[in-house]
């Protein structure tokens, strides 16, 4: 004891030379630091840990202050004894502690800790200024790989002081794989090339500093520039020394376009009348061509429908559900710019017969789901944590999520004489939300932006549609193109599609806001944006690295494969096998990827097990897009997959009864699922195959036609379970 009252004496003594401590300015990073307030300790929701309970990340200082300093029966501090103090003991593993050592005894942060018990644990000191802002330093860096780089945080407070807060401040990588990044700021890259951005967090405030991994090999030789994407990309290219691959060949561009834009493979008849053009614009005829197809609706409803959560729960939805499919799909036939497509589903009005969009409602009614589905989906911002909390990786608080959320509160329903559908109607009143925590009732304001005084008879969704379309909106344009991007490269700009926020920068900024200000110059035409990407050289470069950029994921030197989504892969099997697959309630011949709703999928085994989502969700990631067991199982055996190999009048027994020679079959085949002629050697593995004598089950020959027939199943079963089918690539 006579030990650590020495110990006590002497920070007395300290303190009355160093500057006083405050628990907002300087206990609370180091609660922060130390992991104390983070969403698996103290700061877990409704409870804490062991009863004691801390805000998320400290973002709620006047709560944690009364927390440690007055609830807990005086246990946590201890005035005459600083250091015997539980919020020490327990932090420095001095007394059993579940979450460990968190802070080392004696140390600068345990010091500080014990001084501020000491001097009367202040909240805050008299005038004592405000965090304005943190500076990390560098912000922006090139570093080659497998090297390290100290980072500098710097804190500004709003009387003009300064003061370095490294080793108070949070650091995390958004790649763990290019890039770590220490406690204490130190940054290591791996040997991954490209762009890592560091978030770094202190006292409610965050910034980012961007790495720059380059390869830095040779770039002598780059395709030619078709519009501005590819002026960026090779630029960045350039820049990062990864020399792109050759742009592909024309049956690779035929096949890859074709499912990406119509959700389908080419024709046997499109792929030879393509191959056999010699004109040098056939490429951006076939994107036209395509664009112009009812295929194009049909594929891109699919995907909005399903991230618009039209799902089918009862018997009473599949008039809402067709409706709103049909809707979505003419408007994508007739190209409706993408605002009015947004405002027409944000502000509709009515019953579903009379106004499909209104569809999106019947879905989703509560306000705090329609401001967080409406943010994510339209504005790639995530706001779900902030309806209990500051948002921990991005600027958005409470007060902005139910501001947000006062723009869908004058919502009005009434049943009709339909069951189960209502009539959605603007009630007139006040647009307003109750904060949950302050009680206070909160007008409607865009993100970062004041509040409204919205007129009783103005329905305030217009004012949403309004602000979200307006073209200094920095989410909206953004939000889509990153989508879109995605869609057609496999990986956004940015990653997650749908998490555009300061903490988690593009890739490539420029090319974002190039890609944003094409398609808002265009007044938000979707056919523009697809046309101006699978028109452009980057998209067509071959998915083949080179000896350079196999390594690269992320700045697009090469086209990256993709496996096909459970709807298109089925509809592809149905055109090579020349199947059909039956739904219910549907016409004969109806594709997968005109599918409505999510109901199929239930009674689809094989949309089932490939990933089709269920609707549920404004997520993409709802989608399974990774292999599994599963589908290497059903694809080889499942008997709905056997029924196609073997189906009367069927691709197999067409071939069979063909008059054309044997390599010309096969060539059809492969053109059919390839989209490209074979192979000498695949010519004679095939012939080899297809010669072989074969008997049925009892063990007797087949006659020569089964025997062929037979044989062209199990070529057909080959080529189906190949990853050139089951890859866009």
């Known amino acids: 004891m006579l030990g650590k009252a020495f110990i006590f004496l002497g920070l007395v003594t300290m303190s009355l030379a160093a500057e006083p401590l405050s628990f907002v300015r300087d206990v609370q990073p180091i609660l922060t630091k130390a992991g104390c307030n983070a969403g698996a300790c103290h700061a877990k929701a409704v409870t804490g840990q062991r009863g004691f309970r801390l805000s998320v990340l400290g973002f709620e200082p006047e709560e944690d202050y009364e927390a440690i300093v007055k609830q807990g029966k005086g246990r946590r501090v201890f005035p005459p004894a600083p250091e015997e103090s539980l919020i020490v003991t327990k932090g420095a593993a001095i007394v059993p502690h579940t979450g460990g050592k ?83 700021g130190l940054v290591k890259t791996s040997d991954i090339p490209g762009t890592v951005a560091i978030m770094v ?37 350039k820049q990062i020394g990864i020399p792109p691959s050759p742009i592909c060949d024309d049956s690779t561009f035929l096949r890859r376009v074709s499912l990406d834009i119509g959700g389908r493979l080419p024709t046997l008849e499109e792929t030879k009348t393509f191959l056999a053009d010699r004109s040098p614009d056939k490429r951006d005829k076939a994107v036209e061509a395509l664009l112009s197809s009812p295929d194009y609706a049909d594929y891109f409803a699919n995907k909005w429908t399903a991230l618009l959560k039209n799902q089918r729960s009862e018997n009473a939805d599949i008039t809402a559900n067709f409706a709103f499919h049909a809707w979505m799909r003419d408007n994508l036939l007739a190209n409706t710019p993408y605002d009015q497509i947004v405002r027409q589903i944000l502000a509709s009005t009515g019953t579903i017969v009379s106004n499909p969009p209104v569809a999106w409602y019947k879905r989703v009614k509560e306000p705090t789901t329609q401001v967080e589905d409406v943010a994510q989906l339209f504005l790639g911002v995530r706001m779900q944590c902030a309806q209990c909390h500051h948002h921990p990786f991005e600027r958005w608080t409470q007060a902005e999520y139910f501001q947000m959320a006062a723009f869908f509160s ?22 307003q939300t109750e904060h949950r925590k302050t009680r206070v009732m909160l007008k409607p304001a865009g993100l970062g932006e004041p509040p409204l005084d919205i007129a009783p008879d103005d329905d305030p969704r217009l004012v949403l549609a309004d602000w979200m379309s307006r073209k200094t909106n920095p989410f909206f344009a953004k939000a889509l193109v990153n989508r879109y991007w995605k869609h057609f490269f496999k990986r956004g700009l940015i990653e997650p599609e749908d998490d555009l926020r300061d903490t988690n920068p593009p890739t490539n900024p420029e090319l974002l806001d190039a890609l944003a200000k094409h398609f808002l110059d265009s007044n938000y035409d979707l056919k523009s944006l697809v046309r101006v990407i699978t028109q452009s050289h980057t998209y067509q470069l071959s998915a083949m690295p080179n000896e350079h950029n196999a390594i690269d994921r992320q700045a697009f030197s090469h086209f990256y494969p993709k496996r096909m989504t459970a709807e298109v892969l089925l509809d592809s099997i149905d055109m090579v096998t020349a199947s059909k697959t039956d739904f219910a309630d549907l016409p004969p011949g109806t594709r997968a990827i005109s599918l409505p709703d999510n109901s199929y999928t239930r009674a689809s085994p094989f949309l089932k097990v ?70 000498a050697d695949e010519v004679r593995i095939a012939e080899t195959h297809l010669l072989k004598p074969r008997n049925d089950a009892d063990g007797k020959a087949l006659d020569s036609q089964r025997a062929k027939r037979n044989g062209y199943e199990d070529l057909l079963w080959a080529l189906l379970n190949t990853k050139e089918f089951l890859f866009n690539h």
Not at 164 to 179: C, G, I, P, Q, Y
Not at 410 to 431: C, M, N, S, V, W
Request: hydrophobic share 35%; glycine share 6%.
């Open 102 to 184: 968190q802070i080392e005894p004696g140390s600068e942060s345990y010091q500080t800790l014990v001084r501020w018990i000491a001097e009367g644990m202040p909240y805050v000191q008299p005038n004592e200024p405000k965090l304005s802002a943190i500076l990390v330093e560098p912000a922006r860096v090139t570093m080659k790989a497998k090297t390290a780089q100290q980072l500098k945080v710097t804190a500004r407070y709003s009387d003009g002081s300064s003061r370095d807060v490294t080793k108070l401040s949070l650091f995390e990588a958004n790649d763990t794989a290019m890039a770590s990044a220490s406690g204490e």
């Open 201 to 237: 967090r202190f006292g409610g405030s965050v910034s980012v500093c961007s790495v720059s991994v380059p390869l830095g090999a040779p770039v002598d030789v780059m395709p030619p520039e078709k519009n501005f994407i590819d002026h960026h990309v090779l630029a960045n290219l």
């Open 410 to 431: 004058q919502i009005g329903r009434k049943p009709t004489a339909i069951a189960g559908e209502d009539l959605i109607f603007h009630k007139r009143g006040i647009a």
């Open 610 to 679: 490939f990933g089709r989502p269920d609707n549920t969700s404004v997520c993409e990631c709802e989608r399974v897009q990774s292999a599994s067991l599963a589908q290497s199982l059903h694809l080889m055996n499942a008997s709905d997959v056997k029924a196609k190999l073997t189906a009367n009048n069927g691709r197999a027994e067409q071939l069979t009864k063909s008059e054309l020679p044997e390599p010309k079959r096969i060539r059809e085949l492969y053109l059919a699922a390839f989209s490209r002629e074979p192979t």
